[in-house]
């Protein structure tokens, strides 16, 4: 009986270790066979370099070898694009969230309650002068369709006319920070809700002005909660902007 116990002992955990490698085993079997495409430097990039669209490109490596919170997937590069790499990293080389300076993070700038927002323009021309900390005015540049008479003569029924018109979409908001395409700005959530309908509706352009100028600062009227933007909300805006 003595005997017995200790060999019934050994049995289970002998059961135990045979259960627990089948167990990873399966894992490993279940895990082959998947990938995850990671950014690695198209060329060697210099500490102080911004991350641009061209810098990188997408690798795809096995799922179970993937450094979850160190490695950037490629899904995730517009996290990386546009911060400033801490050290130099080699061509080829994995491109990790450890590259880049925390300190470029826009997060502390953003307001008490606000969303930070990207805003990408149509033309990134103005963006070479643009700096943090600039106040800029955006325009939004939208088709619009219009029924006007076909003729002078009434009976001969209407037209739909597209015209393309500008309107100031916000007269003055300070740079947050820049993007390659683009800047982040603070705003209010239906601000932000605004401004991401806008860029649906047509194109955004930047308009650089003097730091703490007042002169021909238009009020644009902050649309209700839960109104949504359409081209009716816009043209309405922008009609009391210059007070018609």
């Given at each position: 009986m003595k005997n017995t116990?200790?060999?019934i002992i050994a049995v289970v955990f002998g059961l135990a270790a045979v259960l627990a490698v089948s167990r990873t085993l399966s894992q490993r079997d279940n895990a082959r066979g998947k990938t995850v495409a990671v950014l690695k430097a198209?060329?060697?990039?210099?500490?102080g370099d911004t991350l641009?669209?061209?810098?990188?490109v997408s690798h795809v490596i096995p799922a179970d070898v993937y450094i979850a919170g160190q490695q950037v997937r490629y899904e995730d590069r517009n996290m990386v694009e546009g911060l400033k790499l801490n050290h130099d990293v080699m061509q080829r080389s994995f491109i990790m969230m450890s590259d880049f300076e925390v300190a470029d993070s826009p997060s502390a700038d953003v307001g008490l309650g606000e969303w930070a927002v990207p805003v990408h323009f149509a033309d990134g021309a103005l963006l070479n002068y643009i700096q943090r900390g600039d106040e800029i005015a955006i325009i939004l540049w939208v088709k619009v369709q219009r029924t006007e008479a076909a003729s002078r003569d009434l009976s001969a029924g209407s037209k739909?006319?597209?015209?393309?018109?500008a309107r100031v979409l916000f007269p003055r908001k300070r740079v947050m920070n820049k993007m390659?395409?683009?800047v982040i700005l603070s705003l209010p959530p239906q601000e932000a809700m605004t401004l991401l309908a806008a860029q649906r509706a047509g194109e955004l352009y930047?308009?650089?002005r003097r730091r703490g100028d007042s002169g021909s600062n238009l009020e644009i009227r902050q649309l209700p909660a839960g109104e949504a933007l359409t081209m009716e909300a816009l043209e309405k805006m922008n009609r009391e902007a210059i007070g018609e």
């Open positions: 116990i200790p060999l198209s060329r060697t990039l210099k500490a641009g669209a061209n810098d990188y739909v006319v597209e015209q393309q018109e390659q395409n683009g930047p308009v650089l």
